[in-house]
């Protein structure tokens, strides 16, 4: 009997999917082989990349073994797979969605960068980089990546700094709160005024271009406002992609029926000579 249309379906789909988890599994795997070398934003994605790939290549093969050799029992796999998966992006968008509802940033007046608070947002992300285990890591990934870096090569007047658009990340990381009011040498190099500061950050502030302001409220805070925006980006990337998840186990349903179906009716036919 000529292969269903739904059955073609799914194992081009998986086998497509089978194709993208190659080069996830060996990007992982790569990054585990040379991490005596990779800094700590590599060593982080390491094992989410394995394990990803990994899913990716055992589901892709039960799909498309099961569509297209007719294995009931690794389709049906295959879709109690799915529908975890659909139930977890499901759950995942509206959690983003909840956790990424609250906060922003303040418009500084007389500047071009806004200013960034860690109270202002959920406390679920407060708790993520107020861990020590968690910051310690995030922080040697910002020092690693050199986010400072534009701002350190930047030789400007405190006019021409202060209307800089700056990220999240440089306004709370690279430069004191503005309520410091300390006096401007650089973009990364400031003079206390010895005062005593009510801000906790303003005596956290190093000079240093290894300290700066890492350790410093901002720019955990800067740190949760990025995260907040790729977390919405990633909501609305995660809804368009439930939409075709939902599509893909419809269709793998109907193969599913298919071979139920067809191993029915072979069955039936080899009860009579």
């Not at 590599?42 to 039960?62: N, R, Y």
């Not at 090569?153 to 021409?160: D, L, N, R």
């Not at 000079?207 to 977390?231: F, M, R």
């Amino acid at each position: 009997m000529a292969f269903r249309v739904s059955n073609n379906l799914v194992g081009i789909l998986n086998f497509l999917t089978f194709l993208l988890s190659i080069p996830i599994l060996a990007g992982g795997i790569w990054l585990k082989t040379h991490a005596t070398k990779a800094t700590e934003c590599e060593k982080f994605l390491q094992d989410p990349l394995i394990a990803i790939g990994v899913f990716l290549l055992l589901v892709s093969l039960a799909g498309l073994i099961g569509a297209c050799c007719r294995v009931t029992w690794l389709l049906w796999v295959y879709l109690f797979v799915m529908f975890v998966l659909i139930l977890v992006l499901f759950c995942f968008t509206i959690f983003a969605f909840v956790v990424t509802n609250k906060g922003a940033g303040e418009a500084v007046s007389g500047r071009g960068y806004k200013e960034y608070r860690l109270g202002d947002y959920s406390n679920w992300l407060q708790n993520r980089v107020n861990s020590t285990k968690n910051w310690n890591k995030l922080r040697s990934c910002l020092v690693d990546s050199k986010v400072c870096k534009s701002l350190e090569e930047k030789t400007e007047s405190y006019q021409q700094f202060y209307t800089d658009y700056l990220s999240p990340i440089q306004s709370g990381c690279c430069k004191p709160p503005t309520e410091c009011n300390f006096t401007y040498v650089s973009p990364t190099q400031w003079t206390k005024n010895g005062a005593e500061y009510s801000n906790p950050d303003c005596n956290t502030w190093d000079n240093n271009n290894s300290t700066l302001c890492y350790n410093c409220q901002s720019c955990k805070a800067g740190v949760v406002a990025n995260l907040k925006s790729d977390w919405k980006k990633v909501a609305v990337l995660n809804i368009i992609f439930l939409v075709f998840i939902v599509i893909v186990y419809s269709v793998g349903c109907c193969a599913f029926r298919n071979n139920r179906r067809d191993n029915s009716y072979g069955g039936w036919k080899g009860g009579y000579p």
